[in-house]
């Protein structure tokens, strides 16, 4: 960098600009003082070369340039565009090639950690839940946070250890990265903008990180305003979307007035028209519509219908309330739930519930009101086809591109942490017809009525799932194996390690034994982890989840079987194998038959308006398609017939 000469200050002052010391300016050997006009300087100035074109959408270039700006104390780098400023820059480093057009104010005042350390009072709107957000939070971590409040050495430790991160990055200069984008914006205060940014009619951004890449951009829209925040890779914000006091995850979508705030959302959640206010968004935290709230809870792989709501405040001693949805859970069109209440891992709530249900021990199970009655048909879940849709869908959708994945998720439907509720729900069903008589019209547990045919099928249904569970950990690691005798496939049956075995959690996306976890905390609280070492070990349960499943599963397999996997016999692994494929065909025939239902006379009500039945019918499959001919339906069909050729492949190998 050199200072500017005599004639460079003169050509400068004709083109209309001014400055409080011409010699706090410097700039780069290859400066072009044309490209600078109407601009004011004040402050230390660093400005590098005007060489390039910039193109704008609709086909127009621009030269990079300064003009109708004033800049206060800033570091400019080559190619940078920057024109129509209406008050000032103040206080930061931008980078190359970013353009700057028709924005209010771009500053940063005094000392700033750019929205990490900021405290979230998250699912708790009375307190004692606030997370210290940071640039790197991860669901996994952010779990511990939230639901381990008991440990407070533990607390303590990692949250001193994201304050010394927030102060480690606190500056009185802003950041403003390469290829950056801010066109027609309002104030942006104390906000670090990472490379590649998109920000475009945005209304104000203050106190907070957006930390886009090049390989990952965030856009930010139209009427957009965000306070106290960390916006994370990939995310899209626009159309006059509210973020108050957020962590936003990679790949999430905010559009069509959504209002955020006090909430923790992680990867690929998506919010529109509607209003979330203390939650832990979880992976996957979905609502569309209009009228729906989520408030005060937990989820994770929610779909959310239109009207959805919860009630926090039961207006005696504030709104001190909060709920638990496990992964997998929907609710429907106008649902309500009275906090608190938990429940199960992908079921399905419909209508209004004020009882304070408790069904954690009873995954893919239907809450549904009755005469303000909750009543729950346990496991029907897991036969619909919406179920197994969304399982598929989820990993599609995965919108993160950034190279650095914040979060860790596993998208199985089946995996022990469901399956050890399936084997609790069967045994609590068990247990309710030995305690209130096996022909009870209706049974009651935890606030809830369950009725005596959906008991039957409930515990029919939860045998299926855990039988295709085991035979698939089973069928798997056969496969894998090599063998030539009873005595080698024993070998190949024995787990890796012991490590698995018991009860499993799920870390908001990440499934991982308790025990692991436990492990992980205690290292935490002796202080000999990192931020970075923290999140190494998320991603080591994640990539050994497999070798844990197996370990848990066998152990299962060997209570089944009544002796230890050294001492398994061919006849028992082929009934294993044998009851797998029965399990497996069961349970998608009752996917195939639900499939049919949206097919039938009822579905093609309001088709072919005009017409007779059969301009209804040929309406309806010029739109819809025909059963045979649904791709959904000839997967199911698919799956069927690969299930079963991979069960016969299995039993010829154990022959």
């Known amino acids: 960098m050199r200072n500017l000469t005599a004639t460079e200050i003169q050509q400068l002052q004709q083109q209309g600009c001014t400055a409080t010391d011409w010699r706090t300016i410097t700039v780069s050997d290859d400066f072009d003082a044309q490209y600078v006009q109407d601009a004011h300087f004040s402050g230390k100035i660093r400005l590098g070369a005007f060489r390039k074109m910039i193109d704008l959408p609709g086909g127009l270039q621009i030269h990079s340039s300064i003009a109708h700006a004033r800049i206060h104390n800033c570091e400019i780098e080559d190619d940078v565009h920057i024109w129509n400023v209406h008050n000032y820059i103040a206080n930061y480093h931008i980078g190359q090639g970013t353009c700057i057009e028709n924005v209010n104010a771009i500053l940063v005042d005094g000392k700033t950690s750019f929205g990490n350390g900021v405290r979230v009072p998250v699912m708790n709107e009375g307190g004692g839940r606030e997370i210290p957000i940071f640039d790197h939070l991860s669901a996994h971590l952010a779990y511990i946070l939230t639901l381990y409040r008991h440990r407070t050495e533990l607390i303590n430790v990692v949250t001193k250890m994201i304050d010394d991160y927030a102060e480690s990055v ?10 950056v984008h801010i066109l027609n914006c309002g104030s942006i205060k104390n906000v670090r903008i990472g490379d590649y940014a998109q920000i475009a009619g945005t209304s104000r951004l203050k106190n907070g990180s957006v930390n886009s890449n090049a390989a990952a951009p965030v856009k930010l829209g139209s009427g957009v305003k965000c306070t106290d925040f960390i916006i994370s890779s990939g995310v899209e914000i626009a159309d006059s979307t509210l973020v108050d006091k957020c962590f936003v995850g990679q790949g999430c979508i905010f559009d069509k007035h959504y209002s955020a705030g006090e909430s923790l959302f992680f990867s690929n959640c998506q919010g529109m028209h509607g209003e979330a206010c203390a939650i832990f968004a979880g992976p996957y935290t979905v609502t569309h519509h209009k009228s729906t709230l989520l408030i005060a809870g937990m989820f994770s792989f929610l779909n959310a219908g239109s009207g959805s709501n919860q009630s926090n405040h039961m207006y005696k001693l504030g709104p001190i309330h909060q709920g638990v949805a496990e992964r997998g859970a929907k609710t429907t069109s106008d649902s309500y739930l009275l906090w608190p ?29 009755n005469n303000s009655e909750t009543y729950v048909v346990p496991g029907a879940n897991l036969r619909t086809v919406g179920t197994i849709r969304d399982a598929q869908k989820w990993p ?11 979060d860790c998720i596993n998208f199985n439907l089946l995996s022990p942490y469901t399956v050890q509720k399936m084997c609790q729900g069967r045994s609590l069903l068990e247990q309710l017809q030995a305690e209130q008589g096996e022909y009870t019209e209706e049974y009651t547990y935890g606030n809830c009525r369950i009725r005596n045919s959906s008991l039957y099928h409930g515990l029919d249904l939860y045998r299926i799932g855990i039988t295709k569970f085991l035979g698939n950990s089973l069928i798997s690691r056969i496969e894998k194996g090599q063998f030539t005798s009873i005595d080698e496939l024993r070998a190949v049956l024995k787990p890796d390690s012991e490590t698995g075995k018991g009860e499993w959690i799920d870390l908001a996306g990440l499934l991982a034994p308790k025990t692991v976890v436990s492990a992980l905390m205690d290292e935490i609280q002796q202080g000999r982890l990192t931020l970075n070492d923290i999140q190494e070990r998320f991603r080591q349960m994640h990539a050994n989840y497999y070798s844990y499943e197996w370990t848990w599963a066998l152990d299962k397999l060997e209570q089944q079987w009544g002796c230890q996997v050294d001492q398994v016999t061919i006849q028992q692994l082929r009934e294993t194998v044998e009851a797998w494929k029965e399990a497996v065909v069961s349970l998608d025939r009752m996917v195939y038959e639900d499939a049919k239902k949206e097919f039938d006379l009822n579905s093609q009500t309001g088709f ?15 739109v819809r398609g025909s059963f045979d001919n649904n791709p959904f339906v000839q997967e199911v069909l698919a799956h069927i017939e690969r299930k079963t050729q991979l069960g016969d492949k299995i039993l010829r190998m154990l022959n």
């Open 170 to 179: 606190s500056s009185t200069m802003g950041e403003i990265g390469e290829q």
């Open 341 to 369: 209440s938990k429940i199960g891992a992908f079921s399905l709530v419909m209508g209004r519930h004020t009882h304070h249900a408790d069904t954690g021990e009873m995954p893919f199970s239907y809450l549904i009101e």
């Open 396 to 406: 599609k959708r995965d919108n993160r591109k950034d190279t650095n994945l914040l």
């Open 608 to 622: 072919g308006v005009d017409g007779d039945a059969s301009q209804r019918q040929a309406d309806f499959e010029s």
